[in-house]
C-alpha cells in the first residue's frame, strides 16, 4: 500500500505529538485510530476502490485521517477547502465527483454524499487499472477556468520514504494547494508535529508561533508583504523561528529586503513548486537574493527561449479540460519566463504576465518593485491593460498605508516612476485599492477575478 511506510513509522511513534488542532494534541496512536475509524466510514458508507471523491476541510485531525484512508483505498481524491464557494462547484464537474465527504473545519465532524455522477476519464481509467490512488489538484483559474491536474499519488509520495529532519512547521499554505499537502507528508513522514491553524491572519499567525514556538514558516510573498504592514509581529516573541520558506508567486526584492531587516536571525528561503510536478529541492543564494538553485533527485531542467522547462518523476499524468502542457520528450514547459546563472536561477514571471508595449517587454515585478519603494505603498499590483495604439499600456493598482490625495499621490508616483524607469514602462493608468489585491491562497491577483 501506498502509506505502509507511514503506518509504520506512526506505530513506532505513537505516544509522540502528530497534530496540535484547536488547542489539543493529537498523538500518532490517535491518528491510527482515526485512521482506523476513518476506513470503517468508507466502507460503511460504500465508498468504493477507483471512485472520485471530494475531501472539502483543512488539516484537521478528522480530514488528515480520512485523506490516509482514500489513499489506501486506491481512490481518487480532490482536494477543497471547507466550506466550498458556489463558483468552485465547477470543479465538481471538471473532476466527474463521485462522493463527497465535508469536514466541517470548526467541530471536525464529518459527512459523505453521493453526487450521482459516474467517473469515465480516461486518466481515472488508467489509475483504476493500476490500482492505484490518484490526486486532482487545480490552477488558481485566473486564466477564465480553473484546470484540474491528474497524479498518480504512488509517485508524489515516493519522495517522503526518505528520513529527513522536520522543524515545528505549521501547515500554513492550504489544503487544496500541493504546498500545503506536502508541508503535511514531509511532517508526517518524519514524526514530527502538523500544526494547523484555525485563522490565517497576520496576528493569528503570529499568536499561533509564539504559543507552539514554531521553527518553520512558509508563506508565500503576498502574506508576508501583509505580514510586514500588519506590523503584527510587533506584538509576539517569535524568537523560535529559524526558518522562512516562501514560494506560490515571484518576491518583490524589497519585501524580502524589509523582512531580512526584521527578522535578522531567521534564514529566508525560496521554494519551487507546481501543482502539475510537486515541490522541487531548493536552495537560495543567500537570505537577500533572489536566485535560486532548484532540482533534487528525479527531476531534470533547462531554460527554452527564455522559459523553463522541467521534466519530473512526479509529473502528473495530465489535466483533465486542457492540452497537455508536455513537450515531445517529456518536459514540462512551466511558462515561468528565468534568467540563469550558473547553477541558479530567478524567476522573472509567468510568461502570461509580461506586458508587450509596442514591441518592448515590462515585467510587473519589476515596476513593483520600484512603487513599493515609495512612501505611504502598503501593496501594489502591476499589469497590462489592452490599447488601440501600443497593444498594452502599464496600469498599476496601489494600496496606500495611510489617507492621501488620490490624484496627488498618482501624479507621484508617475514622476518617481519616471526617474527610475525607461518611458514604456510607467504606469500609464493607476487606481487606488479600496479592497485586498490578493487571493484566498495569498497570491497576488492581477485580474482581480481570482477566486
Keep these: 500500500m501506498a502509506i505502509d511506510f507511514l503506518l509504520e513509522r506512526f506505530e513506532t511513534n505513537q505516544h509522540q505529538p502528530a497534530i496540535i488542532w484547536s488547542n489539543s494534541t493529537i498523538t500518532y496512536g490517535d491518528l491510527i485510530e482515526k485512521y482506523l475509524s476513518a476506513q470503517s466510514f468508507l466502507r460503511s458508507n460504500l465508498v468504493i476502490e477507483g471512485s472520485v471523491v471530494a475531501l472539502n476541510g483543512d488539516f484537521t485531525p478528522n480530514a488528515i485521517a480520512l485523506l490516509l484512508a482514500l489513499i489506501n483505498n486506491n481512490n481518487i ?54 490500482s492505484a490512488p490518484g490526486l486532482v489538484l487545480f490552477t488558481s483559474g485566473t ?37 500545503g499537502l506536502n508541508t503535511l507528508f514531509h511532517t508526517l513522514s518524519n514524526c514530527g508535529v502538523v500544526l494547523a491553524l484555525r485563522d490565517r491572519n497576520p496576528f493569528s499567525v503570529c499568536e499561533f508561533v509564539e504559543k507552539f514556538e514554531i521553527e518553520l514558516l512558509p508563506v508565500s510573498p503576498s502574506f508576508l508583504n ?75 531542467l533547462r531554460v527554452v527561449e527564455g522559459i523553463l522547462q522541467i521534466k519530473a518523476k512526479s509529473a502528473m499524468l495530465g489535466y483533465l479540460n486542457a492540452p497537455s502542457p508536455f513537450s515531445e ?44 519603494q515609495m512612501e505611504n505603498v502598503n501593496e501594489v499590483t502591476v499589469y497590462g491593460e489592452k490599447h488601440v495604439i501600443m497593444g498594452n499600456i502599464v496600469c498599476a493598482k496601489v494600496s496606500l498605508s495611510k489617507e492621501e490625495d488620490h490624484k496627488e499621490f498618482i501624479r507621484k508616483l508617475k514622476s518617481y516612476c519616471k526617474e527610475r524607469l525607461q518611458t514604456f514602462k510607467v504606469p500609464v493608468k493607476v487606481s487606488i485599492a479600496s479592497e485586498p489585491m490578493y487571493s484566498t491562497r495569498f497570491k497576488k491577483q492581477r485580474s482581480f477575478d481570482e477566486n
Design 329 to 372: 520528450d517529456g518536459f514540462f514547459i512551466t511558462g515561468d519566463q528565468v534568467e540563469v546563472d550558473g547553477e541558479y536561477y530567478k524567476i522573472l514571471g509567468r510568461k502570461s504576465e509580461i506586458i508587450n508595449v509596442g514591441g518592448d517587454k515590462v515585467y510587473p515585478q519589476e515596476v513593483e518593485n520600484i512603487i513599493l
Design 226 to 300: 501583509l505580514l510586514l504592514i500588519s506590523e503584527a509581529y510587533k506584538k509576539f516573541d517569535l524568537s523560535k523561528l529559524k526558518l522562512i520558506t516562501y514560494g506560490t508567486e515571484p518576491m518583490p526584492q524589497s519585501t524580502l529586503k524589509r523582512a531580512k531587516e526584521l527578522f535578522s536571525d531567521v534564514a529566508f528561503q525560496q521554494t519551487y513548486g507546481l501543482i502539475e510536478l510537486g515541490v522541487l529541492s531548493s536552495k537560495s543564494k543567500d537570505d537577500k537574493s533572489l536566485w535560486v538553485r532548484l532540482g533534487g533527485n528525479g527531476y531534470e
Design 77 to 130: 481524491i480532490v482536494p477543497l477547502n471547507y466550506p466550498i464557494k458556489d463558483s468552485e462547484y465547477q470543479k465538481y464537474d471538471i473532476a466527474e465527483v463521485e462522493m463527497e465527504i465535508a469536514v466541517n473545519v470548526i467541530t471536525d465532524a464529518y459527512t459523505i454524499r453521493s453526487t450521482g455522477t459516474i467517473a469515465k476519464h480516461e486518466y481515472f481509467s488508467r489509475l483504476k487499472d493500476n
Design 143 to 179: 486564466s477564465g477556468f480553473p484546470k484540474g491536474a491528474v497524479h498518480d499519488f504512488n509517485k508524489l509520495l515516493e519522495k517522503f520514504k526518505t528520513v529527513k529532519r522536520s522543524l515545528r512547521t505549521v501547515n500554513f499554505l492550504l489544503f487544496d494547494h500541493w504546498g
